[in-house]
C-alpha cells in the first residue's frame, strides 16, 4: 500500500465516507482536533499524576558505598542496582477514598487516550495523504498547546 492524495477515503466506520473536497476538509479538521485533544490528554495525565496524592514509594537504594572503595561521585557503580529487592516496602494501592477515585479517573483517562491513540492510527493507516497531514499536524498543535500548560500549572 501506498500513500494517495485523494478526496475518496472510507475512514474507521462505513457511515464516514469522504467524496469531495468539502468532505475531505472536514474530515481532516475532525481528525486534527481529535489528536489535538489526545496531546492535551497526554499532558494532562501527566500534570495529574504528578500532583495526585497517590503514595509513592521512597526508598532508599539497598546498597551504598562502602568507605573502602574510593570512587567519585559520579561513578555508575554508585548503586548496585542487582542486589535490589523485587517487592516494593510500601503497598502500591491507595489507602484513602480520595485515592481510589484519583487512581479510578486515571485509569478513565488512559482508557481513553488508548483508545483515542488507536483511532488516530487506524486514520493514518486509511493510507490518505491529508489525513496523515491532519493527525501529524494535530500532533505538532497539541504538543505547542499543551506543553506550555504544564509549566504554568506548577
Known amino acids: 500500500m501506498t500513500f494517495e492524495v485523494s478526496n475518496n477515503v472510507t475512514l474507521l466506520f462505513d457511515f464516514w465516507e469522504v467524496h469531495s473536497a468539502a468532505g475531505m476538509a472536514v474530515s481532516v479538521i475532525v481528525v486534527l482536533l481529535l ?57 502500591f494501592f491507595p489507602k484513602t477514598r480520595n485515592s481510589w477515585l484519583l487512581h479510578a479517573v486515571q485509569s478513565l483517562l488512559h482508557l481513553l487516550q488508548v483508545s483515542l491513540g488507536y483511532t488516530l492510527m487506524l486514520c493514518v493507516m486509511s493510507y490518505n495523504t491529508w489525513i496523515f497531514l491532519g493527525v501529524v499536524l494535530g500532533s505538532v498543535l497539541g504538543y505547542f498547546l499543551s506543553v506550555p500548560l504544564i509549566g504554568h500549572a506548577q
Open 35 to 91: 489528536t489535538v485533544f489526545y496531546e492535551l490528554l497526554k499532558v494532562w495525565r501527566v500534570w495529574l499524576s504528578s500532583n495526585s496524592v497517590l503514595p509513592r514509594s521512597q526508598t532508599p537504594p539497598p546498597y551504598t558505598r562502602s568507605s573502602s572503595i574510593q570512587t567519585d561521585s559520579n561513578s555508575a557503580l554508585e548503586y548496585a542496582p542487582s542486589e535490589a529487592p523485587l517487592a516494593p516496602k510500601e503497598s
